[in-house]
Every structure is written in C-alpha cells, then in structure tokens.
C-alpha cells in the first residue's frame, strides 16, 4: 500500500496544482473525479484557485470513507448539488448508505451542501464553534456563493450541522475507527481533523496547506495556529495527509507550507515592527520563497497585513 500511495504522491506532485488548470471531469459538478488515496478512503480534489462558477465552488476537498458498513463523507460541499454530484459518484464506488457528513468547519464549501444530506436523513457533525459559525454567518455565505455560482446554487437551503461536539466524536463503522478531533485554533473556527490512527492517515482539514498559499482572516489567530500544530497536530505523527486543499501529501509538504510559511512570516513581520515599520510597508514583506504556490497573487499582501494588525498587539 505504501508504494502506490507513494506513486500518487509523486505523480501529483508532478502535475502540480495550478489556477489555471481547466475543469478536470467536465461531465460533473465536481473539479475533478473522487481518487482512492488508501484502500477505503477517497478525495475528490478540489482546485487550487478561489470560488468561482468554473469550478462550482468545488474548491476543497471533498472526502469519503467506505467503511464497509455505511460511508462517512468529510465536507458537505458547498452547494445542494455539489454535494448530489459527490453523491453520485459515491453511489457509483459502492452499494453501502451514506450514514455520516462531518463539516471540517463552518466554511461555505464545508457547509453549504448540508441540506442535500439532511434530506436524505444522514446525520451532519460539526464542531460546536463552526455550528457558531453558521448560526452568525450563514445568511451572507449562502447569498455570497449564490452570487458567483448562479444557477448552480439551485436547491440550496441554508442548513446547519444536526450535532454538534466540543472535543472530539469517534465513530467505530465496518473496518475503520474514524476520530473527529478538535485540535485547537487554527485557521478559522471550528477546524477540525478526521484521524484514522490505524491507517496512520489524517484528514487534515484547513489545519494543514500545501499546493495553495494559506488564507489569514481576520480571525485567523497564527500564533494559536503554531500552538495547536505543534501540541496537538504533529504529535499524531501521521504517514499520510489529505489536506483540506490540494492533493494528498505527507507531513513534510504540509509542515513546510503551514508551520514554516506562518513562521516566516511571522519572523518577517516582527522585524519589520521592530524597525518601526508601518502597515502599508508591511504589506511588502519578502514572501517570494512562496511565489510559486498558487494564490500567491491574491493573498500575499493580505496576508501580511493581517499579520502585521495582529502582532501590533501581542
């Protein structure tokens, strides 16, 4: 198994990931078609490059676990019939029911699906911070991607997780022990990871980034972010990672375009305070180590203005 996962790696690191690639199964909502990463666990890989109706908002991943007792799938999806497009492709793997939708957080494209799934009656768990999320947001995330996605946002009702957790939800299903974690700040409220520790495989969520620069918002706390990697996220020690954008990886991709690029920036911004610097030069701060990530255009300089914002005061 590990020579093949070793194989996908290499090959997807090979292609690269980039804005600027065209959808990848035309036939489908979906970017690109659901891959099998280990035996049981797939990723429909979302593109690297902000929402748009191009891509259908499917710009995160998409993940499911054919447990052989019922199927659980990671991220609502971030339309009624993105999540029915994942469905199908489901449904065409394996005769087993959907029991389970987890939402990874309280993000338009982790939670905007979640009512094709509560039709149907599947259970959708959150943590209890993305549920917040909805609950305060909900209204402008919808109407936002009903904006770019058209008549694509057909069907799609806003509907929150049914439960919710604080610390961590562990279901025990056919073959697999799948553990929802939360872990601690991170990217945005509510982040959570799926460990499937006898897999040695983590579900990383937005804690983790490697193909696309990572996006500070505005409550983005990055030095909670490094506490959490490191007290909690690396600990796991996992052999493999499926982030929550771009392809399937290991701890040493993610490690150095998370941890290090917060770091760094970090490192480069204090330096500039230190100096006396203000916000509009800070904005300016070398980050072209990462020039070659995707989204490095659109989120740079935002990047570090924020960090410049936070830090200020810490």
Not at 204 to 228: K, N, Q, S, V, Y
């Amino acid at each position: 198994m590990r020579g093949l996962v070793a194989f996908f790696i290499a090959a997807a690191t090979a292609a690269g990931a980039s804005e600027d690639i065209a959808d990848q199964y035309p036939g489908s909502l979906l970017y690109s078609k659901p891959v099998e990463f280990i035996p049981g666990v797939f990723s429909a890989i979302g593109a690297t490059a902000p929402p748009t109706y191009e891509n259908a908002g499917h710009n995160n991943n998409l993940s499911f676990i054919v447990t052989g007792d019922g199927v659980v799938v990671i991220n609502g999806g971030a339309s009624y019939g993105l999540a029915q497009a994942l469905h199908d492709e489901i449904k065409a793997i394996t005769d087993q029911p959907v029991k389970l939708v987890f939402n990874e957080n309280g993000q338009g494209h982790a939670i905007l699906g979640n009512n094709y799934w509560t039709d149907l009656g599947v259970p959708v768990v959150a943590h209890v911070d993305a549920a917040h999320e909805v609950e305060e947001y909900g209204g402008s995330i919808l109407s936002n991607m009903q904006r770019y996605n058209r008549d694509r946002a057909e069907g799609t009702v806003l509907q929150g997780p049914t439960e919710t957790f604080e610390d961590d939800y562990t279901v025990e299903m056919g073959d697999f022990r799948i553990e929802a974690r939360y872990l601690g700040p991170a990217h945005s409220p509510g982040d959570i990871v799926i460990w499937l520790a006898e897999q040695e495989l983590v579900i990383a969520g937005d804690m983790a980034f490697h193909e696309r620069m990572l996006p500070i918002f505005e409550d983005t706390d990055t030095a909670a972010w490094l506490e959490t990697w490191d007290a909690a996220f690396e600990p796991l020690q996992a052999t493999y990672v499926i982030p929550g954008h771009g392809h399937p990886t290991n701890m040493d991709q993610v490690r150095r375009y998370t941890k290090d690029y917060l770091i760094d920036l970090r490192t480069s911004v204090g330096a500039h305070l230190d100096a006396g610097g203000g916000l509009a030069e800070a904005y300016y701060v070398d980050q072209s180590a990462y020039r070659h990530l995707d989204t490095f255009e659109e989120l740079a300089t935002k990047n570090a203005g924020r960090v410049f914002e936070q830090m200020e005061f810490e």
